[in-house]
T-cell receptor
Framework: AQSVTQLGSHVSVSEGALVLLRCNYS??????LFWYVQYPNQGLQLLLKYTSAATLVKGINGFEAEFKKSETSFHLTKPSAHMRDAAEYFCAVSNRDDKIIFGKGTRLHILP | DAGVTQSPTHLIKTRGQQVTLRCSPK?????VSWYQQALGQGPQFIFQ???????QRGNFPDRFSGHQFPNYSSELNVNALLLGDSALYLC??????????????FGQGTRLTVV
């Protein structure tokens, strides 16, 4: 069975500071891993996706994530936070791009 | 390209009633998946339709059923509504390529409130 654990339901960072959102996964097969963002009253938008190619994945809006098999982690980072990054972020796992298992989400707050 | 469109955007129903939610996939996509997102939670997979048949199903009761039409659009039906069915229902579409699907695109969702 596949599962995802996101550490921290709320994370606050100052504008311009490093963003780090943590995600650990469990999968019995090589996983596909995703980060999605959800703005208030919106659907989900894909930030980036890992599908067994390069372990460092670059996504939209300056975000990137590194797949670490030994740590079963797929943490999301951004060097410098902007106010517009305030949203809910979901880490997710799949063995294809169909049935996607989501974490409970991390709400990112940006402090001025 | 309108992307994935869902209707209605909001809906209020009474316990015991039945509801139908609709989804039109992104142009060129043939696979539709439905998710339930309760308040403060991540989306949970309900089921997926491909070639007008249910291909995968999550841990949801039979009160949740669906349909896919020849034009790939889809409906989610929920019978005998419970208060706990109140949630944002998300539709995602993708293109099945046999080995792996393309990226799943999500609609804006339908907010269902059961009173």
């Amino acid at each position: 069975a596949q599962s995802v654990t996101q550490l921290g339901s709320h994370v606050s960072v100052s504008e311009g500071a490093l963003v780090l959102l943590r995600c650990n996964y469990s999968s019995s097969v090589p996983p596909y891993l995703f980060w999605y963002v959800q703005y208030p009253n919106q659907g989900l938008q894909l930030l980036l996706k890992y599908t067994s190619a390069a372990t460092l994945v670059k996504g939209i809006n300056g975000f990137e994530a590194e797949f670490k098999k030994s740590e079963t982690s797929f943490h999301l980072t951004k060097p410098s936070a902007h106010m517009r990054d305030a949203a809910e972020y979901f880490c997710a796992v799949s063995n294809r791009d169909d049935k996607i298992i989501f974490g409970k989400g991390t709400r990112l707050h940006i402090l001025p | 390209d309108a992307g994935v469109t869902q209707s209605p955007t909001h809906l209020i129903k009474t316990r015991g009633q039945q509801v139908t939610l609709r989804c039109s996939p992104k142009s060129g996509h043939d696979t539709v998946s439905w998710y339930q997102q309760a308040l403060g939670q991540g989306p949970q997979f309900i089921f997926q339709y491909y070639e007008e048949e249910e291909r995968q199903r999550g841990n949801f009761p039979d009160r949740f059923s669906g349909h896919q039409f020849p034009n790939y659009s889809s409906e989610l039906n929920v019978n005998a509504l419970l208060l706990g069915d109140s949630a944002l229902y998300l539709c995602a579409s993708s293109l099945d390529r046999g080995v792996m699907n393309t990226e799943a695109f999500f609609g804006q969702g339908t907010r269902l409130t059961v009173v």
